[in-house]
């Protein structure tokens, strides 16, 4: 599946222009928790709706459902894969790994925008929704 891009760039403020006239791109979240996770891991949105170049934050909830403190990775993919070049994440939980203590609930933005350059690339004309998708695993050697 597509990865984003994650890699640190010098931006400017074309980096970040809203670019006029170009349609709605509807975001869609998506979120799955490992089987030896014992984690709720829920988007606090379905969508959200952005045009290239606009910035834009979203939260997932996590919650460790266990009696003592977890620490969790997540791994995402964007779909469709020939978008993920375009998907940029600013700031994201799955930069780091998580650890909640036994019972904690935590709120985890990601703030991300679409590259300007997704307006003018032809094979992303027929790309209307893009979906982002994590999943939550336990972290290997790092937990009882």
């Keep these: 599946m597509g990865v984003p891009v994650t890699d640190v760039r010098e931006r400017d403020e074309n980096s970040f222009r809203r670019v ?69 994440k600013i700031q994201c939980f799955c930069f780091d790994e998580q650890k909640l203590d036994a019972g904690e609930e935590i709120d985890m933005p990601v703030f991300f925008f679409i590259d300007p350059e997704f307006a003018e690339d032809p094979f992303m004309d027929d790309v209307n929704e893009i979906t982002l998708s994590y999943t939550f695993f336990k972290s290997a050697g790092r937990n009882d």
Aim: proline letters at 9%.
């Design 20 to 88: 006029e006239g170009h349609r709605p791109l509807k975001i869609k979240f998506v979120s799955h928790v490992s089987a030896a996770l014992n984690w709720n891991f829920i988007p606090e949105q379905r969508f959200v709706n952005v045009v290239p170049g606009e910035t834009a934050l979203a939260f997932y909830k996590a919650l460790n459902n266990s009696s003592k403190p977890i620490i969790g990775v997540a791994t995402y993919n964007i779909i469709p894969e020939k978008a993920a070049p375009y998907f940029n």
